[in-house]
Nanobody, 119 residues
């Protein structure tokens, strides 16, 4: 069984910064990719940023230039640095990992961490 755990959420003022952390643990033979998603109240979950095992990254247009994904998939770890936060960034942020386990591909979600941007 694989667990994905996020940390680092909280309350921040507009224009502030936060860094989220995510680590996957358990029977993982290799990470394919790890990413951050978010879900605001009444909205669908959306991709924020993704990092592949090759180090390639993808960032959603709405956060490009403000959010940066980094980490080491060999260590099953990924971070999301969020700068210049806006009230519309308020959401539950989820970490997602796709990985190889027991000869098959699988994926797992974290429980989510709340980010609230408000004065």
């Amino acid at each position: 069984q694989v667990q994905v755990v996020e940390s680092g959420g909280g309350l921040v003022q507009p224009g502030g910064s936060l860094t989220l952390s995510c680590v996957a643990s358990g029977t993982i033979f290799g990470i394919y990719n790890m990413g951050w998603y978010r879900q605001a109240p009444g909205k669908q979950r959306e991709l924020v940023a993704l990092m592949t095992s090759h180090g390639s990254t993808k960032t959603a247009d709405g956060v490009k230039g403000r959010f940066t994904i980094s980490g080491d998939t060999a260590k099953n770890t990924v971070y999301l640095r969020m700068n210049s936060l806006k009230p519309e960034d308020t959401a539950v942020y989820y970490c997602h990992a796709e990985f190889a386990s027991y000869g098959a591909s699988d994926s797992s979600w974290g429980q989510g961490t709340q980010v609230t941007v408000s004065s």
